[in-house]
């Protein structure tokens, strides 16, 4: 059964940085389209980013607008781990970040195109 579990998640100054991990278990994930939302309070699911993860290939990366330079998301294939570095963050990014994982979603930056999700991460950006 496939399990992703986050991890990473705090209380940041504006302006700080946090790195976000997502491990991933029950599968072998090759191909897989690994990928971060974010959804604050009263707000729809947000797409951050997705990747296409290949071990005999380079990264296939999509980045929502709002993060592209700021935000990078990584993978450790020995680990089966997704990491999502987030650098100058803003206050109005707090959220509960969550992993999210499809062998071939329909589209990368819809929620319900992701069948496994994680439990979610809580990052809080103070001003």
């Known amino acids: 059964q496939v399990q992703l579990v986050e991890s990473g998640g705090g209380l940041v100054q504006a302006g700080g940085s946090l790195r976000l991990s997502c491990a991933a278990s029950?599968?072998?994930?090759?191909?897989?389209?690994v990928g971060w939302f974010r959804q604050a309070p009263g707000k729809e699911r947000e797409f951050v980013t997705a990747t296409r993860w290949s071990r005999w290939s380079l990264p296939i990366t999509n980045y929502a607008d709002s993060v592209k330079g700021r935000f990078t998301i990584s993978r450790d294939n020995a680990k089966n781990t997704i990491y999502l570095q987030m650098n100058s963050l803003k206050p109005e990014e707090t959220a509960l970040y969550y992993c999210?994982?499809?062998?071939?979603?329909?589209?990368?930056?819809?929620?319900?195109?992701?069948?496994?999700w994680g439990q979610g991460t809580q990052v809080t950006v103070s001003s």
């Open positions: 999210a994982a499809d062998k071939s979603p329909s589209s990368w930056s819809a929620a319900n195109a992701y069948d496994y």
């Open positions: 029950g599968g072998s994930f090759n191909n897989w389209v």
